[in-house]
């Protein structure tokens, strides 16, 4: 049946539906290059199951949506926009949410999302995965990346499953890369909901406001907070032996431009990094 299906519909790509797991398998792709990965949209339950599913098939075929809401769970992100499409980006993105309910700040937001996804493309589908996340390993991160086959760029996602305050923080490091290549990395540009911070939000705005009041949801609605921004520079061998250590935490007091902009479960850390060849090494390049 499927056989006939595809064959009299050439021009159509088909989905295949793993049904919470039911038939994500060899089979279904013979027919459907593409099968949706599991009903379950939670960006933190979604870390573990593409993880898992990776240890057998590419982020190619995993259909990954960024949903409205977590219909299996309950749980709504702190920033479900920024949180989920973090996610969903290391493999086929797709949205299945109503946008006629994005407020003008979450559209804003998404057509970002979609303009850096559609640059990068080829290299979250069909790059080299490195895959730092695992069920019962204790760790309260998740790492992802995606490598071009020549090593020339990568981009890399660290997930931060629950906050906490002065924890140790281990560096980030890449994989895979070319030893004497000097790479330039670089933070994607994030917003996250100003209602994330409830009162803590009057520890960095000039003006005390009521945090659940009318005026906040009214400016929400049309504005969203940028993150921090990162920026490095650093050759292939200390990125991958010493790694990145990234910028503090906000843990309630103490904001300024040097802070990270991290709620709980708020995967916040995508780095595209592309690289020059150089020849030598001299002065300060590759310091971090």
Not at 32 to 46: G, L
Not at 134 to 140: D, E, L, M, V
Not at 230 to 237: C, H, M
Not at 249 to 263: C, D, H, I, Q, S
Request: glycine letters at 10%.
């Amino acid at each position: 049946m499927l056989q006939s299906i595809v064959e009299q519909n050439p021009d159509v790509l088909f989905e295949g539906c793993s049904s919470g797991g039911n038939r994500f398998d060899l089979g279904i792709l013979c027919y459907m290059p593409q099968i949706w990965t599991s009903d379950d949209t939670d960006a933190y339950e979604r870390q573990l199951i593409q993880a898992g599913t990776s240890y057998g098939y590419p982020p190619s075929v995993m259909g990954c949506h960024v949903s409205a809401s977590a219909p299996t769970t309950r749980r709504r992100a702190p920033d479900p926009i920024e949180s989920r499409f973090n996610v969903a980006a290391f493999g086929v993105l797709g949205y299945e949410l109503d946008l006629g309910r994005l407020t003008p700040a979450e559209q804003k937001a998404v057509a970002a999302q979609i303009a850096y996804y559609k640059a990068h493309r080829r290299l979250f589908q069909y790059g080299r995965f490195f895959c730092g996340c695992a069920r019962r390993s204790g760790k309260n991160k998740c790492e992802w990346m995606m490598l071009a086959p020549d090593g020339s760029e990568a981009v890399v996602g660290e997930y931060l499953r629950l906050l906490r305050p002065n924890a140790e923080k281990p560096p980030l490091r890449l994989a895979g890369l070319a030893q004497d290549a000097l790479y330039e990395l670089e933070v994607r540009p994030q917003v996250v909901d100003v209602r994330t911070f409830g009162s803590l939000i009057n520890q960095i705005l000039p003006v005390k406001v009521n945090a659940g009041g009318h005026l906040m949801h009214a400016v929400a609605d049309r504005y969203m907070m940028p993150c921090e921004t990162e920026r490095y520079a650093a050759y292939g061998d200390l990125l991958m032996y010493a790694g990145i250590r990234q910028k503090q935490a906000f843990t309630g007091t103490g904001y300024n431009e040097n802070v990270r902009l991290m709620p709980d479960s708020h995967p916040a850390f995508i780095i595209c990094a592309g690289w020059t060849p150089r020849c030598g090494r001299t002065g300060e390049e590759g310091a971090l």
